[in-house]
């Protein structure tokens, strides 16, 4: 079947056998190249097809948006050329970020606009949520993980999107990474200035331009800054972890913000994440994804530090009351001081390892930072000073409503077939630890060392694994589908049989494993890597 392309024919199916259009004897073959299959979507400033490059080898699909604004007003005319033209500008100048369509062609023909980009075969996250339903905390995190550091790239090429909201977020069939598209609402012509001295960096537009109760207040008043692009994150996040739009959520009548608390069942801690990226006053919310990523990366510290601020070493109850002597004093100061000192040196390796990934995604993708201490950092080896927790005590304590093991020493520990499911375990020593056909189910394993666990039949779909040591575990027909396995160190683990469908795991990480022909790859197909 093909599809005429003309925007005026009555009838635009065709069979496959004949050059040129039945209903209105236009060629289907546009600029002798590109054949229409289907239209895919029509919006008030034209049309999208799905189409086929002819003039390259095996003809691949290609994504065609032909520019007619349904109203006749030259003013709007005027606006959608310019939009439009915007689009292909941008697209031409971020193409290259493995998670942006790419510009492939544009030009005019039959006096219409048209620009050509390259195809993404997947489902968008709007689509996901209806089949699957609403995601776990855990999911979210990993959701912000992946989208933050492209939105950070984005905005290092001085280009605001504006419609960041599920429906515009594909996840790719080809490797399961979210790809970011319709450029066509995007402001790329951002004037210096900060929110703090009224600039609010960027320049006023002459129409308000984003989807309602994604954009925040400031982008449908006509200023948007970078961080209108924060706040529509924010806000797909809400979605995805309630399954509810904007406009089914209810909003404080005097405030303006939205009341989403009461439908989802997060940690504090995510919790005032999400608060601060859903800030309607611009002022008070994150500027950029960077101070984003860096509140969810250091959020296994933060607890940690207000330890270090606060105890005592001879208080009985290990919180430390207001120091009554010098010595007193001294003994807090110093203890403060270790503790900021290790959140100043985590800060410092997570900014460098995420300017790496930034500086290497625009042309090759990611590449993995060499892994140390097997994802054990110097606070995992202070940490390990706490009391070693027996079985027991985890499991009655998971039984008791306790989620949060974080830096904790669990090696060597028998936990056979236990149920830790959503359990936050980031920096802990799991060495030798017996976690076979354990429920892990989005569990936090973030940087925690699992050199030789048995984690063998494990459930661990969702769960979050990067950075973590995995060298010489066992996990064999583990079930680790959708599961974010990011830098982790697989060198030696036994793969055979595990399933990896869709887990975030590279090339080079799976080359250091030991697979089988039983082994489910993140493709879907079963073999060898």
């Known amino acids: 079947m ?28 546009m600029r002798d190249r590109y054949k229409g299959m289907r239209a895919l979507g029509q ?26 604004p349904s109203s006749n007003d030259p003013n709007v005319f005027e606006m959608a050329k310019e939009l439009f033209e915007r689009e292909a500008e941008t697209l031409g100048r971020i193409g290259n ?41 855990a999911g979210a995190r990993q959701f912000l993980q992946e989208i933050l550091p492209m939105l950070q790239y984005i905005h290092g ?10 429906a515009n977020l594909i996840r790719r069939d080809q490797d399961k990474k979210l790809v ?27 129409f308000a331009i984003g989807t309602p109760g994604f954009a925040p207040p400031e982008q449908m008043a006509l200023r948007p800054v970078y961080a209108s692009d924060i706040y529509a994150v924010g806000v797909t996040c809400i979605y995805l972890l309630t399954a509810k739009s904007p406009k089914d959520l209810d909003y404080n009548p005097k405030t303006g913000e939205m009341v989403w608390q009461k439908y989802v069942s997060v940690s504090d801690s995510f919790a005032r994440v999400l608060t601060k990226m859903l800030e309607v006053s611009v002022r008070h919310r994150y500027q950029s ?56 040196m985590a800060i410092r390796e997570k900014r460098r390892a995420r300017q790496n990934l930034i500086d290497n995604s625009g042309i090759q993708g990611y590449t993995s930072p060499p892994t140390r201490g097997g994802g054990a950092s110097s606070q995992g080896s202070k940490a390990s000073r706490k009391a070693k927790l027996d079985t027991d005590a985890v499991l009655s304590g998971y039984l008791k409503g306790r989620r949060d093991f974080a830096q904790q020493n669990l090696s060597l520990l028998d936990l056979q077939e236990a149920d830790l499911s959503g359990g936050i375990f980031h920096q802990a020593k799991l060495l ?21 666990s048995n984690l063998r039949d494990a459930k661990l779909g969702r769960a979050y694994l990067s950075y973590a040591n995995l060298e010489g575990a066992d996990l064999r027909g583990a079930d680790l589908s959708y599961a ?46």
């Open 157 to 166: 090429q001085r280009v605001i999107h504006r419609d960041i909201k599920p």
């Open 432 to 452: 030798k630890t017996n976690l076979q056909g354990a429920n892990l189910t989005n569990t936090n394993f973030g940087r925690a060392n699992l050199t030789q």
């Open 43 to 68: 919006g008030g400033f034209g049309t999208t097809f799905l189409a086929v490059d002819t003039g390259l080898p095996g003809q691949p699909p290609c994504v065609i948006k032909q520019l007619r």
């Open 484 to 529: 974010s396995l990011s830098y982790a160190n697989l060198k030696g683990a036994n793969l055979c049989g595990a399933n990896l469908s869709n887990a975030k795991v590279t090339e080079e990480q799976l080359a250091l494993a030991k697979t089988n022909w039983a082994t489910v790859l993140p493709s879907g197909k079963r073999g060898f890597w």
């Open 97 to 137: 970020h493995p998670q942006v369509p790419r510009l492939l062609d544009y030009f005019e023909y039959n006096k219409d606009f048209y620009l050509v980009q390259e195809f993404v075969s997947g489902h968008n996250l709007q689509q996901e949520v209806k089949r699957n339903g609403p995601i776990s905390e």
């Open 180 to 206: 970011l598209i319709d450029f066509g609402a995007v402001k790329n012509q951002v004037s210096g200035g900060t929110a703090s001295n009224g600039n609010d960096q960027t320049a006023l537009t002459s």
């Open 2 to 29: 093909s599809y005429c392309l003309n925007p005026s024919c009555p009838h635009p199916r065709n069979p496959d056998n004949i050059d040129v259009c039945g209903a209105c004897g236009s060629p289907l073959l």
């Open 289 to 344: 994804a960077e101070e984003v990523l860096r509140d969810l990366d250091m959020e296994p510290y933060l607890q940690d530090l207000a330890r270090g601020l606060a105890a005592q070493p001879n208080s009985p109850t290990g919180i430390d009351p207001l120091p009554s002597s010098g010595r007193d004093r001294s003994m807090a100061k110093n203890t403060g001081s270790s503790a900021t000192q290790r959140l100043a």
